[in-house]
T-cell receptor, first 116, second 117 residues
Framework: QKEVEQDPGPLSVPEGAIVSLNCTYS??????FMWYRQYSRKGPELLMY????GNKEDGRFTAQVDKSSKYISLFIRDSQPSDSATYLC????????????????FGQGTILTVHP | GAVVSQHPSRVICKSGTSVKIECRSL??????MFWYRQFPKQSLMLMAT?????????EQGVEKDKFLINHASLTLSTLTVTSAHPEDSSFYIC?????????????FGDGTRLSIL
């Protein structure tokens, strides 16, 4: 079993739709959670970063973390064709002394297409 | 802020050639940089963690002598693929974490597409 599971899709939605992307994880030591967006032939771009359960909103994006269920989500409101990309969830453990170890574990990535 | 630059973006070379890829943090210092490899339609696979002024830490299965990493300054890490062969063709991506901000996320470069003929 992989430490982080993410449905690879592909996911195709019409413009304006609400998109829900999800990841589950098995390692309860994961404390920091990120969502990255990766366009074709580019490096991942950080979208959201959180370390506590609950919701975090930034513009059209909302990240949700449920540590009790080991489940994280990214919601995209009013999706646009420019949102078409691969979305990667990533997480890492909290190291000794209160510092982050820094080594990320990624989900497989979900390919999203938003069509006009 | 937190811009990571990677160079070159694309390399095509003959088998047996050694290729050097540079990763620079442009507007911050990075004591730790990470090197990843990504195959088409797959996620990122961590190859090694690069620490400024010390030896890199390689992940299991990654050949240290094949993938040489040097992190000589707080803004530059290099990955050298030695005697590259077609099976080394891949997308190589680096990332960096801001020095002193151990709880902050990594920022990624735009990757280097390596093609070995």
């Amino acid at each position: 079993q992989k430490e982080v599971e993410q449905d690879p899709g592909p996911l195709s939605v019409p413009e304006g739709a609400i998109v829900s992307l999800n990841c589950t994880y098995s390692n309860s030591a994961f404390q920091y959670f990120m969502w990255y967006r990766q366009y074709s032939r580019k490096g991942p771009e950080l979208l959201m970063y959180t370390y506590s359960s609950g919701n975090k909103e930034d513009g059209r994006f909302t990240a949700q973390v449920d540590k009790s269920s080991k489940y994280i989500s990214l919601f995209i409101r009013d999706s646009q064709p420019s949102d078409s990309a691969t979305y990667l969830c990533a997480m890492n453990v909290r190291g000794a002394g209160g510092t982050s170890y820094g080594k990320l574990t990624f989900g497989q990535g979900t390919i999203l297409t938003v069509h006009p | 802020g937190a811009v990571v630059s990677q160079h070159p973006s694309r390399v095509i070379c003959k088998s047996g050639t050694s290729v050097k890829i540079e990763c620079r943090s442009l507007d911050f210092q990075a004591t730790t940089m990470f090197w990843y490899r990504q195959f088409p339609k797959q996620s990122l696979m961590l190859m090694a963690t690069s620490n400024e002024g010390s030896k890199a830490t390689y992940e299991q299965g990654v050949e240290k002598d094949k993938f040489l990493i040097n992190h000589a300054s707080l803004t530059l890490s290099t990955l050298t693929v030695t005697s590259a062969h077609p099976e080394d063709s891949s997308f190589y991506i680096c990332s960096a974490r801001v020095a002193g901000q151990l709880n902050q996320p990594q920022h990624f470069g735009d990757g280097t597409r390596l093609s070995i003929l």
